[in-house]
T-cell receptor, first 114, second 114 residues
Framework: DAMVIQNPRYQVTQFGKPVTLSCSQT?????MYWYQQKSSQAPKLLFH???????NEADTPDNFQSRRPNTSFCFLDIRSPGLGDAAMYLC?????????????FGPGTRLTVL | GDSVTQMEGPVTLSEEAFLTINCTYT??????LFWYVQYPGEGLQLLLK?????DKGSNKGFEATYRKETTSFHLEKGSVQVSDSAVYFC?????????????FGKGITLSVRP
């Protein structure tokens, strides 16, 4: 089945130690999104890629970076995780040129910062 | 700017009870409207959507009708099950294109007792 896959599902890192979260998709969608979701809150968009074009939200901290080496993969890099970065990180995809308004989410990666 | 308002939660119901979760929105243009569901420890799943006024989205016994006159998209189910226990997010999407994004409500937790 076509899907959005996130690895790992659970990630533990230490304060200040860089961490990378991975997202892959078999939907051949041209847009990929990264959201941060803290406990009992709605997802908050960090940034997205439209093809190779990177679009950063104005309030996304510089500590968060992203890479999209090809259509299928997108990575979220947290350069120096703080305790406040502990959250669920959700990847989503959509296809702009048809069914333009539906985003499909992965299962998420829960990040713990010690 | 665009916004989504959901009723305050949590909501606790007995199995087979009728469910209504209220959602109202403010948006420029003509948004598409969505309900997403998030089961414990999981990512978001699209439950249903409607793309224009008077459209009714439906899935798994849940329904919601796009009411432009009242700017609402209330979620209903005639008979809830224990397996419906989850967090429900109402969301909207305007201006499909490279820089478009979902606007979420705060979410509401539904607990269904046997």
């Amino acid at each position: 089945d076509a899907m959005v896959i996130q690895n790992p599902r659970y990630q533990v890192t230490q304060f200040g130690k860089p961490v990378t979260l991975s997202c892959s998709q078999t939907l051949n969608h041209n847009v990929m999104y990264w959201y941060q979701q803290k406990s009992s809150q709605a997802p908050k968009l960090l940034f997205h890629y439209y093809d190779k074009d990177f679009n950063n939200e104005a309030d996304t901290p510089d500590n968060f970076q992203s890479r999209r080496p090809n259509t299928s993969f997108c990575f979220l890099d947290i350069r120096s995780p703080g305790l406040g970065d502990a959250a669920m990180y959700l990847c989503a995809t959509s296809r702009i040129d048809r069914d333009t308004d539906t985003q499909y989410f992965g299962p998420g990666t829960r990040l713990t910062v010690l | 700017g665009d916004s989504v308002t959901q009723m305050e939660g949590p909501v606790t119901l007995s199995e087979e009870a009728f469910l209504t979760i209220n959602c109202t929105y403010t948006a420029t243009g003509y948004p598409s409207l969505f309900w997403y569901v998030q089961y414990p420890g999981e990512g978001l799943q699209l439950l249903l959507k409607a793309t224009k006024a008077d459209d009714k989205g439906s899935n798994k016994g849940f329904e919601a009708t796009y009411r432009k006159e009242t700017t609402s998209f209330h979620l209903e189910k005639g008979s809830v099950q224990v397996s419906d226990s989850a967090v429900y997010f109402c969301a909207l999407y305007t201006s499909p294109g490279a820089n478009s994004k979902l606007t979420f409500g705060k979410g509401i937790t539904l607990s269904v007792r046997p």
